[in-house]
């Protein structure tokens, strides 16, 4: 497992270079505002405090990775249709730049971790060098922020509906709020020496230190799940599961589960492959944000019972 050092960095987003003259967007030819997230979460996220005045779309399909994902023609034409675009931020969206790059019209952009100060982690494929951990979502206190960053986006682009978007916004941070006390409720019937994590990749360094889990390692030692690890790294994982005990390796559903499937064939341990961290499902179990994290805690805490 990598060290994860909390510190304070200053990155630039692509809001910077993307927002309008005025601080907003204008309507589309139809007369509507087109709100686009980047991801299914973002664009639930999203959805909820723009409720029935507007419509929030996701660049990303269910079931998509973001990590792998390859552009389409398509995703050009949505992207220049926007009026606002919902971004996540430090990198999660890779591939954005090129299209951004080939869009026309104006747009403002959010990103929705502004503000938040990310875990920095070593770079697997830049030696020496750190980046920041974007997957902030997965403890939903900090989910609050990203609440705060959209509906000040929102009323940016569309000031005669600050009073709905105030009031959503609170009621959805109410709404995250009681989440996080039931994670915590969930939580605390394993035992604490059983709070062990093994996943594919490093994405629930945010979740393990707001609920207090040991992470012993990651399958691939990155924060994407388009990286590779050697034969070294997979001994040393399987040396750690043995020594910890942890029970089990706990995969996205878009993750491929091979590399996983053969520790757990060495080490004797359960994969739960069936967790949502990057994408929401068309329907149960992770319809919503909030569906998902209370579909990933249920499966871990079953998971390390």
Not at 150 to 177: H, T
Not at 189 to 196: D, F, N
Not at 271 to 282: G, K, Y
Request: aromatic share 6%; hydrophobic share 45%; net charge negative.
């Amino acid at each position: 497992m990598k060290k994860i050092i909390n510190s304070i960095t200053v990155f630039t987003t692509l809001a910077a270079l993307f927002l309008t003259a005025c601080g907003s967007a204008p309507k589309s030819s139809d007369g509507a505002l087109k709100v686009l997230a980047s991801t299914t979460f973002l664009a639930d996220i999203t959805q909820n405090i723009a409720g029935n005045r507007l419509r929030v779309d996701s660049l990303l399909p269910f079931g998509a990775d973001p990590h792998a994902y390859q552009a389409a023609p398509s995703d050009v034409a949505k992207i220049s249709e926007s009026n606002l675009l919902v971004l996540n931020g430090i990198e999660y969206e890779h591939f954005i730049k090129s299209l951004l790059e080939n869009v026309g019209g104006d747009r403002l952009i959010i990103t929705a971790s502004d503000g938040l100060t990310p875990n920095q982690m070593e770079d697997e494929e830049n030696s020496g060098q750190m980046t920041g951990d974007p997957h902030m979502w997965l403890d939903p206190n900090r989910v609050i922020s990203y609440v705060e960053n959209i509906r000040d986006g929102l009323i940016k682009v569309d000031a005669d509906g600050a009073e709905i978007y105030n009031a959503n916004a609170d009621a959805y941070i109410s709404q995250l709020k009681e989440l996080d006390a039931w994670i915590v409720e969930q939580v605390n019937t394993i035992p604490s020496e059983r709070r062990l994590l093994v996943t594919n990749h490093e994405a629930v360094g945010y979740f393990a230190q707001r609920y207090g889990f040991e992470i012993v390692g990651a399958v691939i030692p990155s924060l994407s799940t388009e990286a590779g690890t050697s034969a070294k790294e997979m001994a040393a994982l399987i040396e750690q599961i043995k020594a910890s005990g942890a029970p089990a390796i706990f995969l996205g559903e878009v993750e491929n589960p091979d590399l996983a499937n053969q520790i757990a064939a060495e080490t004797g341990v359960k994969v739960v492959d069936d967790l949502h961290f990057e994408s929401l499902t068309a329907g149960v179990p992770a319809a919503t944000y909030i569906d998902m994290m209370k579909h990933n805690v249920s499966r871990i805490v079953d998971g390390l019972k």
